[in-house]
């Protein structure tokens, strides 16, 4: 299957060039003509790499890039800043703040495509945990932790509280597998499936539980019982 991109840029004129193009080497582009209808689709649909502009209205390119980097869903997701600021001063802002690859207009199409082939490569085979995610790694150690500490006061032996959150079997099987402290890779190759599918679930455990992180949604489905 063809990876999937996820376009953002307010210029309509360079939107359809630049997702026809794509589209014609072979990827699948969705497009959105601002950083809060991106997130909209996000919601929706998890891409493997986003390319945004910087200067659009409401929500600049940094606004958005902070926002999907302070989102464990989006944390690690490639993300290509396509702009016509080309300034230094610029670049470096935009990798402080999270970019992966940086590509003032106008630009090379051949380059981008290069650029985004290298990233979903690198993002294939380089494990989470040295992903440029320090976080993860801590996430286990985490898990750990908590299991301790409800154990120390017998919170898992007692009855879970009352609660009543309906999960597919999938999702059951994921959020056991979190709960073990496995993360998307592993549990991927476990339930037999891809990483987007079980970030999918991931998401949907975060929304049905109303937890934002793995740590939170842990600690939620131990205290109440949901998880093994």
């Known amino acids: ?32 003509s601002n950083a809060v209808d991106a997130w909209s689709l996000l919601q929706q649909n998890h891409p493997d790499l986003i ?7 409401q929500v600049s390119g ?27 001063s610029d670049r470096i802002r935009g990798y402080q703040a999270g970019v992966d690859a940086y590509l003032p207009k106008p630009f090379d199409p051949d380059e981008l495509v290069a650029m985004i082939e290298n990233l979903l490569q690198r993002r294939a085979t380089t494990p989470e945990t ?9 996430i286990a150690q985490q898990i750990a932790e908590i299991r301790g500490m409800l154990d120390q006061r017998g919170a898992i032996a007692q009855t879970p509280p009352p609660i009543r959150i309906d999960l597919t079997p999938r999702e059951q099987s994921v959020l056991d597998l979190v709960a073990q402290g496995l993360m998307n890779k592993e549990i991927a190759r476990r339930l037999e ?19 934002n992180s793995r740590t939170e949604l842990v600690r939620y489905a131990l205290e109440h019982g949901l998880a093994k």
């Open 1 to 32: 299957m063809s990876a999937q991109l996820l376009l953002v840029d307010d210029e309509p004129g360079v939107r359809e060039a630049v997702k026809d193009y794509l589209e014609e080497s072979g990827f699948s582009v969705q497009v959105a």
């Open 51 to 57: 390319i945004s502009d910087i200067m659009m209205p």
């Open 62 to 88: 940094y606004q958005f890039l902070e926002q999907l980097r302070n989102d464990p869903r989006f944390k690690a997701l490639p993300v290509v800043f396509l702009t016509a600021r080309g300034m230094t």
């Open 130 to 138: 040295s992903n440029g995610n320090v976080e993860l790694e801590k």
């Open 193 to 211: 499936t891809s990483v987007r599918n079980v970030e999918k679930y991931v998401s949907r455990l975060f929304s049905k539980t109303g937890t």
